[in-house]
């Protein structure tokens, strides 16, 4: 009895568990047997246990739709968010299933499910909804989400899902990833340094209204005309430049829509630009650098391409006050415009 139950133990121990690859290969060699002979209890069965060893991949969501198709179990109702990206993973995976990093079981699966799907649309009576589906697993309809929104009237279900998912993710606390590039106008005094090209990013978190951003911006480029300064009782006239600017962002949104924002921001931070120049010796015109608090107000405009990518609008004026003992008057205050491109990313909790 003992040898026996030691037997068992030793036999359940050392035995083999099949893989999900090992099933994948097994369901592509089974169900197109399966649906030649019109099995589907059978094939359903065969999905049941596909799911069981290799969990709800996108693989066996497709093929459970077709078989809902195929069964006229299919409900319009039942379909989110998912099935739009299943839809659009399938599409850009069926364009690239030839390729030679393509594992053998997909390439079996992309040859199943569109060969079904080319005899769902030739065979049975579809209704709109269906058709599309099986249109997208045939690869007739390479960007679903395109014509979707290109024939909203006829695939509302589908345009409401997206409208809903877009209205989602363009909702509630987000990441906010931006670079930034434009031009530094100065007024008053400071004209003499001339306008400077800028550079820089942001990076902070909004919700619908509100967003705060860190943001740091370069200026290059020398001074349009030479400036002094006075460092340890001598006088320098140079013309570098090489400037800043480093603060924390508010933007109150005033008008919040799905594909555009507009809004009002204000900031704080270090404003200012460096003297240094290989002509002259640093350690006798230290401090090497020219700054000033900042505070700015202005608006912000922001266009979205998609759901989280967009491009944008920024003017505000800056309120500076550069000091330069014994030196040049730099009494004045600048203008700033920057085209913005950045994305918003929703966190999940």
Known sequence: MNAANAQSVQERM???????????????????????????????????????????????????????????????????SSTIDLLVNYSYAFKHKNAVNTPEGERLFYTFSS????????????DKNEKFICQVFAGEIGDPVKEIR?????????????????????????????????????MGDL???????????????????????????????????????KRNNGYYDINNYFGGYIGLDYTY????????????????????????????????MKPLSIGSFNANGGFKLNYYLSTSFYIGLQARYNFINYVNHGGTSMNGDAFSIDLIIGGNKKVTR
Request: hydrophobic fraction near 40%.
């Open 14 to 80: 050392t035995q083999k568990h099949p893989t999900c690859t090992d099933v994948f290969l097994n369901a592509m060699d089974i169900m197109p047997e399966l649906y030649r002979h019109k099995f589907f209890d059978s094939l359903q069965a065969a999905l049941k246990i596909w799911r069981t060893s290799c969990g709800n991949i996108p693989e066996v969501e497709c093929t459970a739709l077709l078989l809902s198709i195929e069964e006229s179990t299919f409900d319009v109702n039942k379909m989110d």
């Open 115 to 126: 060969t079904w799907a080319r005899l769902l649309l030739k065979e049975k009576r579809l």
């Open 150 to 186: 290109k024939n909203t009237m006829m695939y509302s279900s589908f345009a409401n899902i997206l409208q809903e998912t877009e209205r989602t993710q363009r909702s509630g606390f987000r990441r906010n990833y931006a670079f930034l590039a434009g031009i530094w106008i100065p």
């Open 191 to 229: 004209v003499l340094l001339g306008n400077h090209p800028s550079f820089g990013f942001q990076i902070g978190a909004r919700d619908n209204r509100n967003q705060l951003d860190l943001t740091f911006q370069f200026r290059f480029s020398n001074s349009a005309n030479y400036y002094t300064i």
């Open 253 to 284: 949104y005033l008008v919040n829509k799905i594909n555009f924002d507009m809004g009002v921001l204000a900031g704080i931070g270090y404003d200012g630009f460096d003297i240094t120049s290989s002509n002259y010796n640093y350690d006798d």
